[in-house]
């Protein structure tokens, strides 16, 4: 089979979707957002990338399934110049419509093209209780069975410690940045732990290796998280506006989910309450415990 993936972004969903390359056969391309594309690099040798900028020069092969994870009529658009045999995922049936195959309804039915409109999709997501990878998985065919994340070699930066702390939250969800992370650092480095907050890189493959040079990574649904998740770094999340329920944890991942959810769910402003609904002894508590957890020598701080 040649099989084509449209994934662009965000790049946390992005590394969330390599777990499909460990279980689709035959020649894989992906087309992904410009950035991403050093993180899919050498992953596979039946794999091929290019940015959605050089989209065209995927149009070399006819593909027997493309596997649509956006949300857009440009991307639909797209497909139409593919014509691939089989569509799962988004496409559009008129130029100013976009709509999803029904193997697909058990996630584009979450989302902000539902069918169901948004408020329902919201509601459908909150009762969700399903990993991003098993509804994808799932509507392909095929069961998820804890296959893990793909990633590529980092580029060390000599940055190491305990505890890792992943502060940043965009724009589009301000509510994800909790409120405690000073009273947290200070008490972490009161035990004599080493803790540092990520910093901005350049470079994706930097990032990558800040996140896996520490025994745990503390902060909320983002991309550290999953570069956690996908390099077996224990991994304190906290939940304050989005779903835990579709990130798979890899029995490493401790989720603190805030008991204001519901109220915040998948709301995109701000209010103070939601950054502080859980407490410091909570998250405190919970990074000790992964720190227990970690093996010393598999650990890869510098005391």
Known sequence: MNVLIVKLGATGDVVRTTPLLRRLSGSVTWITAAKNGVLLDGLS??????????????????????????DTLEVARFLKSVRPAEVFGAYADSPTNLCYTDNSKCWF???????????????????NRQSYQ?????????????????????TETGLSGDVAIAADAGPVWPMKRWAYYGE???????????????????????HLADVQNHCCVV????????????????????????????????????KLVSPLLKEFFYKRGYDKRATTAITVDEVFGAVMIQLEATELASCPTVR
């Open 45 to 70: 040798d039946n794999l091929r990338h290019f940015s959605w900028e050089a989209r065209a020069r995927a149009l070399d092969i006819r593909y027997d399934l493309a596997i649509n994870l956006e």
């Open 109 to 127: 039915d979450l989302s902000l093209i539902s069918s169901h409109g948004r408020q329902e999709a919201d509601r459908l997501k909150l009762l």
């Open 134 to 154: 098993a509804l994808i998985f799932s509507g392909l065919g095929l069961d998820f069975a804890g296959e893990t994340y793909l990633l590529p070699q980092s």
């Open 184 to 206: 947290l650092i200070r008490r972490l480095e009161d035990t004599g732990l080493i803790v540092n907050v990520l910093p901005k890189r350049p470079s994706l493959l930097e």
């Open 219 to 254: 902060g909320g649904d983002s991309l550290p998280m999953h570069f956690a998740l996908g390099t077996d770094t224990r991994c304190v999340t906290l939940f304050t506006c989005t779903s835990p329920w579709e990130i798979y944890d890899y029995g490493i991942q401790k």
